[in-house]
């Protein structure tokens, strides 16, 4: 048996939505009026979520992820900077994973280098930093032109790693970004720089960049078969085109998982939170928010259109669905273990970023998950101590 | 203005240029002895013959090209905001051997058109500006086409739903969506953010060919009060509004507004 590594994901929803939501608005994003958030609710939810993550790195997981997400409802963490700046004070063991900063939607990459370094530093060098494009919808919220995304990204990683790895000062000429003077005060602790992780669909262009830069890629709300193929395209690369073996801790995977007593009782508990975390809040959007002119390569734009991967997204999807697809796991102890066994000993993963608060899932219910996955799910893909395999056998029949 | 003849040819001819570089298709018509006319389409009519052309080319010799970005005419990665079409534009004119020509620009092809005037004063002969975005007006922004579903696009450009027919796809394939897709990777290059641009209040006064600003009374993309303020801004400007028609008269009242054209670039020039 192969192992995993467990990172516990939270996307911070806002689950006090209207009765009336799904047919009242068409988009849970961009348009989506910020008069249903409330400021009160929100000040007792935050720190409710927060106790929550504690309680996971007291429980074993490996690091705690945020992403940044913009005026939606799936989640509420516009700035994961100042997330991760709480996370350094709340969590004392585990990693803290920000994943990630949108580099394309913010004009000054040099800040997110210098507010990185700081949290790495305060942290004791404990900072995952994942680099996103940003979805579509959030080159609507910014305005940012969807033509540039790419080479936005390209330019302020580039920006990024050097002002963490070279000796400043120096200047950076880009496209643009240009500035006379890199010299971040402070550095990183992490050397050359934190671990970077690239999370992302099946774009050719992420997975390649991840490839070659032996970046963990991270697959999204993902189905297996999706999955299977982004991972086969990754390890394809790195061997092929940038001569290495793709070692598992380079493929991570990011899923909702749900454990119940039988398959049947977790499909049924979960159900509800599951339906609306995906078919409410994230993957309600307006088709045209999804997919801004530009944001995808002419390819990759020319491969969605002719798979209709665009539409089936966007389409509403019962919880079976979910679960057949591999987008959810949710199931028995035994059903979960034996769905992630195939991810980690079939497609090479080495990495679980599992969401357990889904939607509105009471406090209760998420405590209750997150015992049972570290008691009964971990361990089985934890290395065995080494002392038990290595009792010479000799010993005994002497 | 002479009666048409009977005879006179509204075919057109359908060809590819080379512009510094860059494969240009274009449609052409009209007398060659007639006035040269630069047309500039809009965000919906690239790569177009249709019924307003023909009208234009019983008067005027006209070129039609697609923009670069939009129906056959390619977009080179490194034309990326309104300079680059500027200057390609000089660059067209002077492959074409258009000395100073009537130039008319429709819509986004209108923006275009009033910034050639603006930086090319030289090389324009009269100036029409139809329904064109290009100004920031506080307070009335265009609606954001990039939000809008492809239906609720024609359904805000047209007020007269049967004239969009020539626009409609004979079928919706996958070589139509990713031909839409590119075009409006090109729009958003160009209108994305903001979709105008605010010094070009200021510099419309190096604007110096006599212009008519044409405008549908009930354009709900570009509002009338675009037109006002290019009419107010361009010193020798007059104002033609059509009533019952929106965003694309030239559809929809093909004769009155060809008529409006033709008037205008007919007239002496007085000022000039």
């Known amino acids: ?398 | 203005m002479s009666a048409p003849e009977a005879t006179r040819s509204t075919e057109c001819i359908e060809r590819t240029i080379d512009v510094r570089g860059l494969a240009t298709h274009l449609f052409e018509a009209g007398d060659p002895t007639s006035p040269p006319l630069l047309y500039l389409h809009g965000m919906l009519t690239a790569n177009t013959w249709l019924d307003y052309h023909k009208a234009l080319a019983q008067n005027f010799h006209i070129f039609a090209p697609d923009i670069p970005g939009f129906g056959l005419t390619e977009r080179p990665a490194w034309m990326r905001d309104m300079s680059d079409y500027v200057l390609y534009f000089r660059d067209l004119l002077d492959t074409l051997q258009l000395e100073k020509p009537f130039i008319i620009g429709h819509s986004v092809g209108g923006w275009m058109a009033a910034e050639i005037a603006v930086w090319y004063p030289e090389r324009v002969g009269k100036l029409v500006l139809a329904n064109a975005l290009g100004l920031r007006v506080k307070g009335t922004p265009m609606p954001d086409i990039f939000a809008l579903s492809p239906e609720d696009i024609i359904g805000t450009c047209f007020e007269n739903m049967m004239a969009a027919f020539p626009l409609m796809p004979a079928e919706m394939s996958v070589d139509y969506m990713f031909a839409q897709y590119k075009q409006f990777a090109s729009l958003a290059s160009l209108l994305w953010n903001p979709g105008y641009d605010p010094r070009l209040e200021q510099r419309l006064v190096h604007v110096s060919s006599p212009t008519l600003v044409l405008w549908g009374e009930r354009d709900r993309l570009v509002s009338p009060i675009y037109g006002e303020t290019y009419h107010r801004l361009i010193a020798n400007s007059q104002l033609v509004t059509l009533t019952s028609t929106g965003h694309m008269p030239m559809f929809e009242q093909t004769e009155a507004w060809s008529a409006a054209i033709t008037q205008f670039l007919s007239q002496e020039m007085v000022n000039a």
């Open chain 1, 1 to 398: 048996m192969n192992t995993l590594t467990f990172h516990y994901h939270h996307m911070m929803s806002w689950p006090y939505v209207p009765e009336d939501f799904d047919t009242k608005y068409d988009s849970a994003w961009v348009t989506v009026p910020n008069s249903l958030y409330d400021p009160e609710k929100g000040h007792e939810l935050y720190n409710r979520y927060f106790a929550e993550i504690e309680r996971a790195d007291q429980l074993g997981w490996d690091s705690v992820i945020v992403p940044e997400h913009h005026q939606n409802i799936s989640s509420t963490i516009p700035s994961p900077n100042i997330m991760g700046a709480i996370l350094t004070q709340r969590i004392k063991r585990a990693k803290i994973g920000i994943i990630g900063n949108s580099l394309p939607l913010h004009a000054d990459p040099l800040r997110v280098a210098e507010e990185i370094a700081m949290l790495d530093v305060i942290s004791g060098g404990r900072i995952i930093s994942g680099f996103v494009r940003g979805i579509g919808m959030e080159y609507f919220n910014y305005s940012i032109n969807p033509n540039l995304s790419r080479e936005l990204m390209n330019e302020a990683h580039d920006l990024i790693i050097q002002a963490w790895s070279r000796p400043g000062p120096f200047a950076f000429e880009g496209e643009h970004f240009n500035y006379r003077y890199v010299n971040i005060w402070p550095r990183p602790i992490q050397q050359p720089h934190p671990p970077i992780w690239l999370p992302g669909s099946v774009s050719f262009e992420t997975i390649d960049t991840a490839a070659r830069h032996h970046y963990p890629y991270m697959s999204v709300f993902m189905p297996t078969e999706q999955r299977k193929m982004a991972y086969g395209l990754y390890r394809r690369l790195a061997e092929e085109k940038y001569g290495y073996e793709a070692p598992p801790e380079q493929l991570g995977f990011c899923a909702p998982i749900f454990i119940g007593e039988t398959d049947e009782k977790a499909m049924k508990e979960a159900e509800q939170y599951i339906a609306w975390f995906f078919n409410t809040a994230f993957f309600k959007v307006r088709p045209q928010y999804v997919s801004p002119p530009g944001y995808f390569s002419d390819q990759s734009a020319l491969n969605m259109l002719k798979s209709g991967a665009g539409e089936q997204m966007l389409s509403k999807k019962s919880i079976k669905d979910l679960i057949d697809t591999g987008v959810v796991i949710v199931g028995s102890v035994d059903t979960v273990i034996e769905k992630l066994a195939y991810h980690c000993n079939d497609l090479h993963a080495g990495m679980i970023v599992n969401l357990t608060r889904i939607g509105a899932m009471p406090d209760e219910m998420v405590q209750q998950q997150q015992e049972l996955m570290a008691k009964y799910v971990m361990p089985h893909f934890r290395a065995q101590p080494a002392a038990a395999e290595s009792q010479p056998v000799e010993i005994r029949s002497l």
